[in-house]
Each structure stands twice: as C-alpha cells, then as structure tokens.
C-alpha cells in the first residue's frame, strides 16, 4: 500500500523529492509503472478541510451529528466528509476534535482515483497521521507539525491534555511557527516537538527566526521519510473520513474500468488481457464485501431512523431547536463515574438510562439531575442502573 499526502492542492509521495501539481490524473501518471488496482492511503488535507476543538457528549458518530449538526452543518451533509478525534475527558467534561470540509471534495476525488485504478482503502486527515508517526508520546505532552514553505500545519497537546490545532499561511508562515515553538512554556521545555518538512533548506530558515533546532527534545523528520514509515492507525479509528461502507462500489468500479479498458486497447495497440484480469480481481474482491456492506448499511439506516424518532417526537408545535442544547446538555455535564446508555423522548417528556459505579449514588447524580432539572433519579437495580426523567424547557 502507498501512504499518499493531499496538502492543498497538490500531492506528496515518497518517492517525489517536488510535489505534484493537479487532480487525481496526475497522481495516476505519477504510479503509471505500477500494478492496478493500487492500493492507496490517502492523507488528505486541502485547504477546505477544517479541524475544530468541540466541548461533545461521549457518543456515537450518529449522535455526535445530531448534537453538533446545528453549529457544524458539514455533519449533516452527505456530500462532505468528516470525522473527528477520539472522545477524551477534559476537566468535567469530554471533548474531541472535528475535521469537516467546508465544500465536498473528498468522495469525488476517491472515485476518481478509482477509474485510474488507484483503490483509496483509508483517509485520513494530516494531524492524525502526523500524531501515528511516533509509535509512543509521552505523558508529558508533545508538539507535531507539517512545515512547507508558506504552510505550516501545527498539532499540540499538553501535560494537561488541553489541545491546540494552528494553522499557519503566508510569507510569515515559518517565522510565526518558529516564534510559536520558542514562546511554549518554560515548564514544558523538555516536551518534545517532532517537525516534519519538505525541505531540508527550511530547517535554516526557522532557525534565522527562533533557533527551534536547539531547543531539548526537538527532531526533524523529512516528509518523504515520513511517507514511507507505517504510522499504523486502528481501522476503527474514528477519524476515517470515508464512510464505513465502500465508496467505490461494483458499479461504478465496472464503468470506471470500461472507460480505462478503452483507453488501454488504444494505447497499448489492443493488448488488453493482464488488464481484463486486474479488473476481473478488483470486480470480485469488492463483490466479496457486499454482505458486510448490508450489514453496515442497515446499521446506519437504524441510527438514522433513532434520530428522526427523536426529531419527530418534538412535534410540530416543538421547534428542533430546543433538543440539540437538551443533548449537549446531558452529554457535556455526565458525570465521568457515570454512563449514559440510552435517551427516549415522548412529546415534551424524556428519560435516560444508565449505569453508575459504586459510591455515585446519591450525591454524584442527584447534583447531576439538578443542574438539568430533572427529576431526583431512583437506581433501577442494584447493579448500578438509574434513570433520570425530565421536561423539555424551552
């Protein structure tokens, strides 16, 4: 598999010391040597593509759309993709993430790729494979960034677990990195920070602004290193930017190799067999998957009905608007001794269900139930089980 970096609007691979400019075609002509279909992990980050750090119930990508989709439309925009971080504990509530595009971009640029036999199997956004390149962080916190001449692309996250996403564009672009890792805390000075560059020319120039290079725990990596080493990411991990079920499907994989067979018999004088061949495999591979896409699929259109179950509840005399902060509300404000495990609304009225650990009840979720207005809640066994209940205000 080759690891493949959309960086605005042009593409990074290991074996090009420049990047290439234009559309998937050129990256097509650039693995033209190679066998098809070509497995490809895309890092895909053009300049539409926006991470943003979000105060998030611990819940489902299905929840988290309905919560955030209000403020983040791209959420709940099939045509643009998105993701988001692991859901991680922040003082006394959880936060996470987002990476969105602002203009859909990503799904037509994987079938694209697909036509010119290049088989996108992950995407994944740059600050996520960025923070997978070292197989270990420290406790301590750690900075990780991508420096080009005129973009720099800064990840950071401290002993705290506080974390800061910065972008930088322009001529000042390494100058204001530079002056960003020289300003980090002196308490922090032993915290590494890993630069990975285009260019080895761009180490002097950070350094004729703030001489980072000699800071204690600072290492530079090239990017067309970087490209060849695994970082291995979980396919569960939730910042895949493709949806579960394939993209390319069967159909369009059968079309798309029409249209390359035609143009492969005309180029190489018609002979074509090998081709029929890679085509015929790539056909069945994917026909291969289609029990586990169904099964995907009617995963997803059952927490599609959940949330229109939940919007539908409302009522026509019940704006939409008033469930999202009831959401946000309930997630943000959980106690980190207590699960939330299931939320039903009936007209203005609702319940959720969960599980507290020894020693919670009463006093961790009475003061919970107060600050939502709910009811005092009642533990349904003694295993732990509650149940809060409360009214829609608004």
Partial sequence: MRTVLRWGNRWWTSGTATPLEGGADVLAAHFAESPRPLKVRLIYQPGHLETALVSCPKANRATLAAVLGEEY????????????????????????LLHFEQQPELFALVSELATHGLQVEA???????????????????????????????GYRRNAQGEQTVRIWTGDAATADFAKWVAALPATDVAE?????????????????????????????????????????????????????????????????????????????????????????????????????RAKLVQAQAGERAEIEKLRAALGPERPKRLLAPLLRSLGNSIPRDAVLGSFDLTGDAWSARGFAAAGAFPPTLVTWAQALGAEIPVPASPNGAFVLKGTIRG
């Fill in 123 to 153: 995407a994944w956004p740059l600050m996520t494979w960025l923070d997978a390149l070292p197989t270990e962080w420290p406790g301590t916190g750690y900075t990780v960034a991508a420096v080009d001449l005129g973009c720099v692309f």
């Fill in 73 to 96: 439309p791209a959420l709940v925009d099939p045509a643009k993709a998105w993701s988001h971080e692991p859901i991680l504990p922040f003082k006394e509530s959880f936060t996470t």
């Fill in 192 to 292: 590494p920070v890993l630069m990975v560059g285009t260019s080895p020319e761009l180490l002097n120039l950070l350094d004729a602004h703030h001489p980072v290079t000699a800071r204690p725990g600072t290492d530079w990596l090239s990017l067309s290193e970087a490209l060849r080493m695994e970082a291995s990411i979980a396919r569960a991990h939730p910042a895949q930017l493709l949806p579960p079920t394939p993209f390319v499907t069967p159909n369009r994989v059968a079309m798309a190799a029409s249209v390359a067979l035609f143009g492969l018999t005309a180029w190489w004088g018609g002979s074509y067999g090998l081709q029929l061949v890679e085509v015929e495999r790539f056909r069945v591979a994917e026909e291969t998957h289609a029990e586990e």
